[in-house]
């Protein structure tokens, strides 16, 4: 029997190379950057063009799918997870550093069925290293399968808000901010780093990373120390529980939304 999770998986994998591709080339051209939400959201015509490209390609071989993408929620599209295949697509994450040069730039897909994550995709495509997981069955970096780090004690850190969310100093060799956060969440599904968290993240920035730390070993809670919610934008990932629980112990959390109610 033909699994049509894996097909989707394969076929995700060659749009996404095309997707890398496209941003490769826009950067040897001058790139057009328009502002957003504030002067530090920031979107470019390849966001556009990159997200149109996996839209059309996926929808064209699976119609009846449902899409959250980043660039259509910004022209208006709803972000509502229902139990229909769900593609949720991030075609630069990491715009600023793709606006700079800054050579962390991925593309982020994740698959969700029943609003639960089946597979996810996140492609470094300036390094080429092409980060994939489908659940129960590992994570992979260009073919060859990553784990996380087995330590209770952090050395190696990707916060995001650690100046402003942080109760008490935590410990640590070095903190770390490619600038991406499905790099971030990829660095430590293979060990690069011991945690990352996130408060105003969307579905789109963890939805693909999610699944490849998982299948890494990894542990994703949420900031109170709960359970994991796609929709709540915001997270902490870590190569171990022990790891996410001192981190939730010491954040102090304020409110972000959620992507399904904004």
């Known amino acids: 029997m033909s699994d049509p999770w894996q097909e989707c998986m394969d076929h995700c994998v060659e749009v996404t190379k095309k997707a890398g591709e496209m941003i490769r080339e826009a950067l040897q051209r001058d ?37 959250i993408g980043e660039e259509s929620v910004a022209a208006g599209a709803p972000s509502v997870l229902t139990d229909n295949p769900t593609w949720i697509i991030d075609p630069i994450d990491g715009t600023t550093n793709f ?109 693909g990373g999610a699944a490849v730390v998982t299948e890494a070993g990894g542990v994703i809670m949420d900031i109170s120390g709960g359970p994991f919610d796609l929709m709540s934008r915001r997270l902490i990932v870590a190569s171990s529980r022990v790891i996410a629980e001192r981190i939730a112990k010491e954040i102090t959390e304020f409110q972000v939304g959620r992507d399904d109610t904004e």
């Not at 002067?39 to 699976?62: C, F, G, H, R, W």
Request: hydrophobic content about 35%; glycine content about 6%.
């Open 31 to 67: 790139i057009a950057v328009m502002q957003k939400s504030s002067p530090v959201d920031l979107v470019t015509e390849t966001d556009q063009k990159v997200e149109q490209l996996i839209i059309s390609s996926i929808k064209e071989k699976y119609p009846t799918h449902s899409f």
């Open 99 to 207: 606006v700079h040069r800054f050579p962390f730039v991925s593309v982020s897909i994740g698959f969700t069925v029943k609003k639960e994550i089946e597979f996810g995709i996140v492609y470094s495509c300036i390094e080429d290293k092409m980060y994939t997981a489908r659940k129960g069955k590992g994570a992979f970096c260009n073919g060859s399968p990553i784990k996380v780090q087995s330590r209770e004690n952090l050395t190696e850190l990707s916060p995001k808000h650690l100046e402003v969310g942080s109760k008490h100093p935590i410990s640590i060799h070095r903190i770390r901010s490619p600038g991406s956060a499905a790099v971030n969440m990829c660095l430590v599904a293979c060990g690069s780093a011991d945690a990352y968290y996130h408060m105003g993240i969307h579905c789109w920035d963890m939805a």
